[in-house]
């Protein structure tokens, strides 16, 4: 069965700080997506990145920049020189085929990121 | 690029009356369709989804329903609430080309009381 592990619940720093959230994930399929999502005040979640399982490479995009190791089943995220406009829940998610050309996302439990100005 | 509205934005209701949470999207064409609870707290929890047009698959049974009466419309449902399907109801779809890739729609906040 699929799995989706972040095991920092509550993460405060200082604006300008950087700062890792972590993402664990089981699954026995070769093929499969891996997401993050952005969950502000507001409630809407906002799509943030998708790496397929064969794609290892290292993405950044401004501040944000993403470590997918397959070797560790781990896809972390980390924001530099944090903003309070950080401040939100981030879901890491896993995407597997669920058949009929559907796929079922299973979430992580989020972490809930503080940036104190 | 995909739009996707849900209404109402937040509903209070008393237990035991009905409930019908309305879903559309704009912007792309036979999408995979998603209802997902989140309950206060806690993480989202997959309900329904849906490939097409009258078709329905749960993930969860209890005592919502959902139904797709048009492509790009989707509805949850409910003969009588519980206190316990209190959350925030956020309806998803999938890119026509990475059907891998689920958007989300604003939510919606209901409390039963």
């Known amino acids: 069965a699929q799995k989706v592990t972040q095991a920092q619940t509550e993460i405060s720093v200082v604006e300008k700080e950087d700062v890792t959230l972590d993402c664990v994930y089981e699954t026995r399929d070769t093929t499969y997506y891996l997401f993050w999502y952005k969950q502000p005040p507001s409630g809407e979640l906002v799509f943030l990145i998708r790496r397929n399982s064969f794609d290892e490479q290292n993405e950044i995009s401004g501040r944000y920049s993403w470590n997918f190791q397959k070797s560790t089943s781990s896809f972390n995220f980390t924001i530099t020189a944090s903003q309070v406009v950080d401040s939100a829940v981030y879901f890491c998610a896993l995407s597997l085929p669920s058949g009929a050309g559907s796929y079922q996302l299973t979430f992580g439990k989020g972490t809930k990121l503080s940036v104190i100005p | 690029s995909q739009t996707i509205h849900q209404w109402p934005a937040t509903l209070v209701q008393p237990v035991g009356s009905p409930l019908s949470l309305e879903c559309t999207v704009e912007g ?78 604003p939510g919606t906040r209901l409390t039963v009381l």
């Open chain 2, 28 to 105: 792309t064409s036979n999408p995979n369709l998603y209802w997902y609870r989140q309950a206060a707290g806690r993480g989202l929890q997959l309900l329904f989804y849906s490939v097409g047009i009258g078709q329905i698959s749960s993930e969860v049974p209890q005592n919502l329903s959902a139904s797709r009466p048009q492509d790009r419309q989707f509805i949850l449902s409910s003969k009588k609430l519980l206190l316990s399907d209190s959350g925030f109801y956020l309806c998803a779809c999938s890119d026509g080309t990475n059907t891998d890739t689920q958007y989300f729609g």
